[in-house]
Every structure is written in structure tokens, then in C-alpha cells.
T-cell receptor, first 114, second 113 residues
Framework: DAKTTQPTSMDCAEGRAANLPCNHSTISGNEYVYWYRQIHSQGPQYIIH???NNETNEMASLIITEDRKSSTLILPHATLRDTAVYYCIVRVAEQRAAGNKLTFGGGTRVLVKP | ETGVTQTPRHLVMGMTNKKSLKCEQHLGHNAMYWYKQSAKKPLELMFVYNFKEQTENNSVPSRFSPECPNSSHLFLHLHTLQPEDSALYLC????????????FGPGTRLTVL
């Protein structure tokens, strides 16, 4: 799997958009970008994923640069319940492929403040 | 709720005990996973089962023994553990092992004395 680089921590204001960056400069053409988050003492939760195009769902938006070397997860209106560790992961989407494991790094510790 | 349940939620065991962790998924998925999360360390993948077949063993010591009797249930049998095995053990499932959208259970907090 390509490695990802994320800020160790960031603070966000409640009610404002939270923009979480991720660098994946060695990403391959068949690797997707996944975002998960882990709220304290819970299991990780899937947020969103994408290959090339920007994606949006009920939780967040994912913006992938044209060269695919970086991406940004956007939480449109951060709430206190969004305080968590956010993980950016790249992986291939093929069964039994060497790079299809979810490899969690250190993530970004996001603190949403009132 | 994610559709993945784990029991027990907390477990304290001595180094000579034998215990088992149980995971059940109600999502109709075909792949199941065990992860370990030690304090201050990233999640580590331990085992992967796809259609009941073990497809990944991430160099896990033999004192951890997984069992997958069917696609809905996954066990982790523990014996002669060490204090450094104390961690949060997480189970997850996905449609199959190609799917990157995994659903995680709440985890079992294990303490080895």
C-alpha cells in the first residue's frame, strides 16, 4: 500500500467546516483513497472513499486532486460528536491482491471545540 | 449500531487461562477480520477470513487461534497470553475481502495479568 501522511492533530470550531488533508504522493492508479474515523473507545467507522472523482455522502465530502497525490476530507458542519481520530488509507480493491488490506497509520486527532 | 457485535466487551485473564472472544455479524457479509489495537499504536490486522477460509495471518503468535465456523461468526481463542497482549481486539466484516468498506464491532478490551 502507498503510505499516507496526515497532520498529527488539528482543532476545529463547532459549526464550521473541517478540512482534513492527506498526502499520498506514491499512490498507484488502481488504489482507492479511504477515510475512516475512530471515536474514543469505539471501533473505527467508515466515512467515504474514492478513486479519482470527488465524492459526497451524508457524512462528508472527499476532494481528490487531479494528480491524485493528495486529498481532503471535508466535514461540512463539525459537531462535538465529530471529535475523533481520522484515518486516510489507500488500498487496491481486488481480492487476494497484496495491497488490499486496510493499513491504519497514526491518523489525525481532531478536536471540535465549542 | 454497526451490525457487528463482540462479546465480552471486557475481559481480564491470567497468563495461564484459556478464553475466547466472539464476534458475530448480522450484515450477510462474507469476510471477517480480527484487528489488535495496543495503547498508543495503530490498529494491526491479525487475521482475515473470506468465505470461511483464512486468507491472511499477519505473523500472529500461535497463542492466538482464530476460528470461523461460518460467515457470520468469528472467534479468537486465547491461551497462555502475555501481559503485552493486553489491548483492544476489534472484529470487522465486509462484503468480501476485496471490499474496503469494513464494519467494525465495539471491541473487546483485554487485560492480561
Amino acid at each position: 500500500d502507498a503510505k499516507t501522511t496526515q497532520p498529527t492533530s488539528m482543532d476545529c470550531a463547532e459549526g464550521r467546516a473541517a478540512n482534513l488533508p492527506c498526502n499520498h504522493s506514491t499512490i498507484s492508479g488502481n488504489e482507492y483513497v479511504y477515510w475512516y474515523r475512530q471515536i474514543h473507545s469505539q471501533g473505527p467507522q467508515y466515512i467515504i472513499h474514492g478513486l479519482k472523482n470527488n465524492e459526497t455522502n451524508e457524512m462528508a465530502s472527499l476532494i481528490i486532486t487531479e494528480d491524485r497525490k493528495s486529498s481532503t476530507l471535508i466535514l461540512p458542519h463539525a459537531t462535538l460528536r465529530d471529535t475523533a481520530v481520522y484515518y486516510c488509507i489507500v488500498r487496491v480493491a481486488e481480492q487476494r491482491a497484496a495491497g488490499n488490506k486496510l493499513t491504519f497509520g497514526g491518523g489525525t486527532r481532531v478536536l471540535v471545540k465549542p | 449500531e454497526t451490525g457487528v457485535t463482540q462479546t465480552p466487551r471486557h475481559l481480564v485473564m491470567g497468563m495461564t487461562n484459556k478464553k475466547s472472544l466472539k464476534c458475530e455479524q448480522h450484515l450477510g457479509h462474507n469476510a471477517m477480520y480480527w484487528y489488535k489495537q495496543s495503547a498508543k499504536k495503530p490498529l494491526e490486522l491479525m487475521f482475515v477470513y473470506n468465505f470461511k477460509e483464512q486468507t491472511e495471518n499477519n505473523s500472529v503468535p500461535s497463542r492466538f487461534s482464530p476460528e470461523c465456523p461460518n460467515s457470520s461468526h468469528l472467534f479468537l481463542h486465547l491461551h497462555t497470553l502475555q501481559p503485552e497482549d493486553s489491548a483492544l481486539y476489534l472484529c470487522a466484516s465486509s462484503q468480501d475481502s476485496a471490499a474496503g468498506k469494513q464494519f467494525f464491532g465495539p471491541g473487546t478490551r483485554l487485560t492480561v495479568l
